[in-house]
């Protein structure tokens, strides 16, 4: 069974950076897509961006575009997102997900995918 554990969330200024890290375990194929999603209140979780096993080949949503970095740690099987530049607008909950195959697209809807981590909140307020 695949399980997703988030971590690093927190409060941070306008302007400030912060790192969450997905720690993914239980693969049983090698072709997977790991991804963020985030969701604000009152509003849809939407798509951050993607990460894919096969060829580390990764994808953004338009909002996060030169702000937010997807990468790896294959030795330690965790994702991370590296975010700077934070403004209100990307509080939310952020949620890391699964899903086998080679498809990455940040725009794919949270149906596409079929595991979850917990959540970590972010706050972007002054």
């Known amino acids: 069974q695949v399980q997703l554990v988030e971590s690093g969330g927190g409060l941070v200024q306008p302007g400030g950076s912060l790192r969450l890290s997905c720690a993914a375990s239980g693969f049983t194929e090698d072709y997977y897509t790991i991804a963020w999603f985030r969701q604000a209140p009152g509003k849809e979780r939407e798509g951050v961006s993607c990460?894919?096993?096969?060829?580390?080949?990764?994808g953004y949503a338009d909002s996060v575009k030169g702000r937010f970095t997807i990468s790896r740690d294959n030795a330690k099987n965790t994702v991370f997102l590296q975010m700077i530049s934070l403004k209100p607008e990307d509080t939310g909950v952020y949620y890391c997900?699964?899903?086998?195959?080679?498809?990455?697209?940040?725009?794919?809807?949270?149906?596409?995918?079929?595991?979850w981590g917990q959540g970590t909140q972010v706050t972007v307020s002054s």
């Open positions: 997900a699964a899903r086998y195959g080679s498809s990455c697209d940040p725009r794919a809807s949270r149906n596409d995918y079929p595991y």
């Open positions: 990460i894919r096993s096969v060829d580390g080949r990764t």
